[in-house]
């Protein structure tokens, strides 16, 4: 009868709630039609994360040498010949950009641009170098950027202060993205440098980390290892994404309309199925079995949570070791802005993950 009482208590409550919740309805599918609502910042967040994400929001007017920032052309509908073109004035713009000089000024490392395995990547080095520990381990960035851009410039927002803080050398590549090329020519970029530095590094010396489409990447890229039947790095990161593509599940609906930017609209994922499990590694729980420890990191204003904790649980269902860190009422890929204090947070999260790891021998 207790029991009873309770199933009972919790009807009447879950009555209030849908009441209180105005005309909100779940339909037969599943779907759940909500009324138009207005959500504040978290009370959650510390006042000095909420004056950072008020100077987001509110920058004060531009104040550069020689006047108003620079403008570069759209890559929509850009013709493939003049898509190198527009990346080049993009990573112009952010190098004369007061976000680049701030990320300069806290994070001091040497830059070194070359190619390995015919892929181009830069080299981030610790200024004050690699602790002695890390001269033999050496951590692989796959930047974010939608499969469209963000090579150098969110390669070293993601880099530099990895590199900086964890004392070890991190290796950006700049993989190859569209509109000029479709999947799987990232992922096979991501493998030629990496069998490379298997002549250098052990693999256990080795973490391949990136976010949002950085982080879907990373697991495209251990898909495509495990393919060719290489040896595994000794962990990952995914950040702000996952195994599957970032618009899928709740949180891209909660967050922002995704009908202008999926699948099928994304131009390097042309004519790939969002069951494939090489581009979607997280659609085969067979693929993930064998994936290394893996670090997932998103937020609950990230449009890409879903993704991240679909694979984090998909992962642990398959006993594969995985750590998920949540942070509060921030959005998506917020760590790019190095003056959060959550950012600072995130950063030591990733480099105490790969310090505990990378140095076993496989």
């Known amino acids: 009868m207790a029991e009873l009482r309770s199933a009972r208590a919790m009807l009447v409550m879950c009555a209030m709630l849908g009441a209180a919740a105005g005309a909100q ?137 990895i590199a900086a803080l964890g004392r070890i050398k991190v290796i950006s590549i700049d993989y190859r993205q569209g509109p000029d090329f479709t999947f799987p020519a990232a992922s096979v970029d991501v493998v030629a440098v990496y069998r490379e530095l298997l002549k250098e590094y052990s693999p256990g010396d080795i973490g391949i980390y990136g976010c949002s489409a950085g982080g879907l990447l990373t697991a495209q890229s251990v898909a495509r290892l495990i393919e060719e039947r290489l040896p595994l790095p000794a962990a990952i990161g995914m950040l702000c994404e996952g195994g599957v593509y970032w618009t899928e599940g709740d949180s891209s609906r909660f967050v922002h309309d995704t009908s202008q930017h999926t699948i099928a609209t994304n131009p390097y994922f042309k004519g790939t199925s969002a069951s494939d499990p090489m581009a979607f590694p997280a659609r085969s729980d067979a693929l993930l079995a064998r994936f290394p420890p893996t670090l997932l990191v998103s937020s609950t204003r990230d449009f890409a949570l879903s993704s991240t904790v679909y694979t984090h649980s998909r992962l642990v269902a398959r006993k594969v070791e995985a750590e998920l860190h949540i942070w509060e009422g921030l959005p998506h890929a917020f760590h790019m802005d190095p003056d959060l204090p959550e950012s600072k947070e995130v950063y030591s999260v990733i480099v105490r993950f790969f310090d505990r790891r990378l140095g076993k021998r496989l």
């Open 25 to 161: 309805t779940v339909g037969s599918d599943g779907t759940v039609h909500v009324p138009a609502i207005s959500i504040p910042e978290s009370a959650l967040l510390s006042a000095e994360t909420r004056a950072q994400l008020d100077r987001q929001r509110n920058p004060p007017p531009a104040s550069m040498p020689g006047g108003a920032p620079r403008t570069c052309p759209s890559m929509a509908g850009a013709p493939s010949a003049r898509i190198p073109e527009i990346r080049a004035c993009e990573a112009e713009a952010f190098y004369e950009s007061p976000a680049y000089a701030r990320l300069k000024a806290l994070y001091d490392v040497v830059i070194d641009q070359r190619s390995i395995g015919g892929v181009p990547v830069e080299t981030f080095t610790p200024g004050n170098g690699v602790t002695a520990k890390n001269r033999t381990r050496v951590l692989i960035n796959l930047h974010g950027g939608a499969f469209l851009g963000g090579a150098r410039t969110l390669s070293r927002v993601e880099s530099m202060p």
